[in-house]
């Protein structure tokens, strides 16, 4: 614990250094959530009816994005500590083994939530209207941690499985594309054939909805159960992954 | 005296590529060790298996008395590495980077501290230790990773071509370093591909080539392994030359360069013969050179016989 508590202060320590990283987790879902209420709103909302307003159906997908871009960098630094050798200095000390891990989960997910606060605080301003009350806030943050330190784990086993920091690139296409063909920005009822069908089984669809159900209180069905399951299974299969990279010899 | 290192048939295989065939190696503890070869043979792939970063494919090796397979956390407590593949956070200062091998270490916070200050001014990183690894240059760089192996008091010390790279002031200034730790009782275990750097600093030498040592000694041990040196003779005209080559007999004259390479097992006794015999016979000698053979010789002896094959 004291090991992964060091690692903790030393990914802390980068992110001061490291204005991209802020930049990347922080800046960018705000940016984010400006452009698709200023220039897509407008012409979104006709699509939405004159009771809804489209940033509140939007926030719930901007917060996604927003945990996308926190793994992404975290792959790029997992990566970085992987190709400059300072985890085979690690490796080689008496210390708890995956600490270094821990640290960049830990560190990442500490970046992202900020970043989502800061989104919600944002789109407060500019009119959400948050009727889901506590215990849906609540939730919400619940679901948004846990899918944080699934994708926050997919991002530490990509950055693993990377040789070079060219080799995150796939992974960072992956989740950044993703959100878009899914609930996130429009609902999937309007796009066309074989996409629709994509968007509404893809495992970022159910949890968009269900966030969204609980930020502002609308009716959220069962679709909850299968949201929380994917992040589960994401995190599983996040770590089990990241795991099985970092035990094997680092050289070949 | 203890072994601070015995190693024993270790081998190392990548899919079918064979790097280390079967090395055995004994390094006594207090110390320094160097394992020399060229690119290729398999010495950081040595250094990777004995510091507990990968695995070896057979054999074993104990490190500090602790089993390498059985015992690696107990062999990580003992050991630090430096080198090519182990690296600086470049992301942190360089009293950062410090301070977090202390924190590593379980060093209370105080003693961590101390600890740092006075490695930062051991190592000539005073001046330094505000600013980022990354703005390092590569001495400093070295000078840094080898001062966060020291924060533990490792009893074994592995360093992985520590000078490779350096400018001869920054050489000079590791060798240093690395007699002050052997002093101290510190075991080293380096690899470089120096000749000059095997024979300033270590007790024992093996020659590592194609994954397999081809020799093992002490440097002197190793030269005698040579047929002697020879004494070079050199003349300003040809007659004298000519002469010369009558008078020595078993001399290896170069007619272009006017010199006789005369084979000598480089005693004085034998070296003043020749030079009362070419007096008697009334030759002049422009000038002359004794040449021992050093490691050089000895590994481009050992290693082209390993090509030829």
């Known amino acids: 614990m004291t090991d992964a508590m060091t690692m903790v202060r030393r990914n802390f320590a980068h992110t001061r250094r490291n204005p991209g990283a802020i930049i990347m987790t922080i800046a960018l879902p705000v940016v984010l959530l400006l452009l698709f209420v200023g220039v897509f709103g407008g012409a979104l909302r006709a699509g939405f009816g004159s009771s809804e307003d489209y940033i509140d ?31 085979a200095r690690f490796r080689t000390m008496a210390i708890s083994r995956a600490s270094v891990l821990t640290g960049h989960v830990v560190g990442s997910t500490v970046r992202t939530l900020a970043g989502a606060v800061l989104v919600v605080l944002v789109a407060l301003a500019l009119g959400l209207r948050l009727h889901g009350g506590p215990l849906g806030w609540l939730a919400a943050a619940g679901l948004l941690a846990l899918l944080t330190i699934a994708m926050t784990w997919l991002g530490v086993a990509a950055g693993l499985a990377a040789k070079t920091a060219e ?22 009822g309007s796009m066309t054939g074989a996409l629709r069908w994509f968007a509404a089984h893809e495992p970022f669809t159910p949890i968009i909805d269900t966030l969204r159900a609980l930020l502002l209180g609308t009716a959220i069905g069962d679709r909850w159960i ?16 990241a795991r099985a990279l970092f035990a094997r010899d680092p050289n070949r | 005296m203890p072994s601070a290192i015995a190693v024993s048939g270790l081998r190392k295989s990548f899919g079918d590529k064979v790097v280390l065939d079967g090395i055995d190696l004994e390094v006594p503890a207090g110390t320094t060790f160097a394992l020399l070869g060229p690119n290729g043979s398999g010495k950081t792939t040595t250094v990777q298996i004995l510091s507990t970063l990968i695995g070896a494919s057979g054999g074993t090796a104990s490190i500090a008395g602790h089993d390498l397979a059985t015992e690696p956390q ?52 005073v001046d330094a230790a505000k600013r980022l690894a990354s703005t390092y240059s590569g001495g400093m760089r070295r000078r840094l990773d080898l001062a966060m192996t020291l924060i533990g008091r490792p009893r074994v010390i ?17 060798w240093q370093i690395v ?21 300033e600093l270590a007790d024992r030498i093996a020659v590592l080539d194609g994954g397999k040592v081809v020799a093992a000694g002490t440097p002197d041990e190793l030269k005698r392994g040579l047929p002697g040196g020879h004494v070079r003779l050199m003349f300003q005209e040809k007659s004298d030359l000519d002469a010369a080559v009558r008078a020595v007999e078993h001399g290896s004259p170069d007619d272009e ?21 070419l007096d008697k016979a009334g030759i002049e000698v422009a000038g002359l050179d004794v040449r021992t053979p050093d490691l050089e010789d000895v590994f481009y002896k050992l290693t082209e016989k390993e090509a030829a094959r």
């Open chain 1, 57 to 87: 159906y939007v926030v719930a997908g901007v917060l996604i994005m927003a945990v996308g871009y926190g793994s992404t960098t975290t792959a790029l630094a997992v990566n970085r500590d992987i190709t400059e050798g300072v985890i």
């Open chain 2, 158 to 174: 592995f360093l992985d071509e520590p000078t490779t790279g350096l400018d001869p002031r920054s050489r000079r200034l590791m």
């Open chain 2, 257 to 277: 360069a006017l010199t006789l390479d005369v084979p000598s097992d480089d005693g004085v006794r034998a070296l003043r013969d020749l030079l009362d015999r």
């Open chain 1, 226 to 241: 299968l949201a929380v399951g994917w992040c589960l299974a994401l995190a599983l299969a996040g770590y089990l992954w």
């Open chain 2, 179 to 199: 007699r002050e730790l052997v002093a101290g009782g510190v075991t080293i275990f380096l690899t470089t591909q120096q000749l000059e750097e095997a024979d």
């Open chain 2, 74 to 125: 107990a062999v990580r407590g003992a050991i630090g590495v430096t080198g090519q593949f182990s690296a600086v956070d470049n992301l942190l200062t360089g009293e950062e980077n410090l301070i977090l091998m202390a924190a590593l270490h379980h060093l209370d916070r105080a003693e961590g501290r101390r600890r740092t200050a006075e490695l930062l001014d051991r190592f000539d990183l």
């Open chain 1, 167 to 188: 080799g995150v690139a796939p992974f960072t296409l992956i989740v950044q594309l993703l959100p878009f063909l899914s609930s996130a920005f429009v609902p999937p």
